[in-house]
């Protein structure tokens, strides 16, 4: 059994496992949408929406006031911006954001597309290499290509420049208190490398969730099974789940045969003492015959509420071991009512449980002669609440105040209104009850009738 149980994989084996492979998987998925995601497109402005942000306009751009613009300078747009501010170009700067650069030399090839699909045409410059500074104005389509020198006064550069959207530039001009009014493009917050970050979470969480699931799923389906047979009173399953809960079946039905043992030895040895009570009882029943009145009455109600005692504890001991099987409610509490009609059973559902019949018509017996005894009568409805079978004994009588109910389940406990000698009982009556209940899986509580009276309610699984 110890070999079988150790060949069985751990549950920390398999959850280590599965924790590796989930972190494998997840790091795969992440650097996959990382690599093959490609960049979100780059943010791109105009001088015209600088100049129109400078002005106070309506932008998309940002406006701050601080110190000025640090960066490394666009010196091609700088006085083009100026120009358009009528502002002085010390009074005006203009920086690539993010620390950009201009290409090697200081060249910039800018594209105006005049058609799409066309290819632009090759770019010659007379002469072999163009100029350091120059500007190359690259033209597609049909169009043919235009070279002007470093000149930025041309009003073909100054043209196209206002209108033309550059990569990202920090533009701003010097107020008259010294600060400076600066614009720039706003920052989004899914952009860039946050965006594939977020990609990347998505992607794993839509991939990982559902095996996650179905795996603790697995992992927990055994306990589930353990937890439900030990709820139904079955031995716990020996072929599922990992070592650990096989150890744990395997101790829990070491435990339930050991408290069975220790139960029955119990049961042995209350039978015997109750059988063995009967001669010396009945030895002093026939004393009290000779003793004088009124002293003889009320020892032999004593010696009569003794042997109904002791004749309690050998019905249960004999009922405890009878066979379970199956059992109509509806017909054998019917049976039960022949011969009592201060007590009514109402039309309901008709449910059958397994259980030992003996035990379970002697619980209800002692249900039955409490409403008549206490509360001269009552009523019995039978009801199914899912896999439970419903009995409710209701009666009208004193009722039982909430904090005796847990009292009155133990054994020899009585309630107020039943200490007098005429209703008899030993007070062993809702403890049989309580324990058949729990014999079967079942539960018994005791709540208040509405108008008054009590309310017993006995639920057994039902077969």
């Not at 095996?211 to 599922?240: C, E, N, S």
């Not at 105040?401 to 005429?422: I, K, M, T, V």
């Amino acid at each position: 059994m110890i070999r079988a149980l150790w060949t069985r994989p751990s549950a920390l084996t398999a959850i280590g496992g599965f924790s590796v492979a989930i972190a494998v998987l997840s790091v795969v998925i992440t650097a996959s949408i990382v690599l093959l995601m490609p960049d979100p497109p780059a943010v791109r402005m105009s001088v015209a929406e600088a100049a129109q942000a400078l002005r106070g306009g309506e932008t998309k751009l940002e406006r701050s006031v601080g110190p000025a613009p640090e960066g490394s300078p666009a010196k091609l747009l700088q006085p083009v911006l100026a120009r358009m501010l009528g502002r002085p170009p010390e009074n005006v700067r203009v920086v690539w954001a993010n620390d950009s650069k201009l290409p090697d030399g200081g060249m910039i090839v800018f594209t105006a597309s005049k058609g799409a699909g066309v290819p632009p045409p090759k770019l010659i410059w007379p002469g072999g290499t163009p100029p350091k500074g120059a500007v190359v104005i690259r033209r597609s389509g049909t169009l043919p290509t235009r070279m002007i020198g470093s000149t930025w006064s041309n009003p073909i550069v100054t043209d196209l420049l206002q209108a033309l959207p550059q990569p990202a530039f920090v533009a701003g001009v010097r107020l008259a208190d010294g600060r400076w009014l600066t614009v720039a493009p706003r920052s989004p917050i899914f952009a860039g490398w946050r965006m594939k970050g977020l990609a990347a979470l998505a992607a794993c969480l839509a991939v990982l969730a559902p095996l996650v699931w179905l795996f603790a799923r697995r992992l927990t389906r055994p306990f589930r099974a353990l937890a439900v047979a030990i709820d139904a009173g079955d031995d716990p399953p020996q072929a599922q789940g990992p070592r650990e809960l096989q150890e744990a079946a395997g101790a829990i039905v070491q435990l339930r045969t050991r408290l069975a043992a220790e139960a029955d030895e119990r049961m042995r040895m209350l039978t015997a003492v109750a059988h063995d009570l009967r001669t010396p009882l009945t030895s002093l029943r026939l004393r009290i015959e000779s003793a004088p009145e009124p002293q003889r009455s009320r020892m032999i109600a004593d010696a009569d509420r003794m042997q109904a005692m002791i004749a309690d504890v050998l019905d249960y001991a004999r009922i405890a071991t009878a066979p379970r099987q199956t059992v109509a409610l509806r017909a054998l509490i019917a049976d039960i009512l022949a011969d009592l009609p201060q007590v009514t059973l109402t039309d309901g559902a008709e449910p059958t449980v397994v259980a030992i019949e003996p035990a379970l018509r002697r619980a209800l017996e002692n249900l039955i002669r409490n409403a008549i005894d206490y509360a001269g009568g009552g009523r019995i409805e039978l009801a199914r609440d899912g896999g439970r079978a419903v009995v409710r004994v209701i009666d009208a009588g004193p009722g039982i105040p909430a904090e005796d109910r847990a009292r009155l389940l133990r054994p020899f406990e009585r309630g107020d209104a039943s200490r007098n000698r005429d209703t008899g009982g030993v007070g062993l009556g809702l403890s049989i009850v309580q324990n058949v209940a729990a014999q079967h899986g079942g539960t018994l509580t005791l709540t208040d009738a509405p108008g008054g009276g009590t309310i017993v309610t006995l639920r057994l699984p039902v077969s």
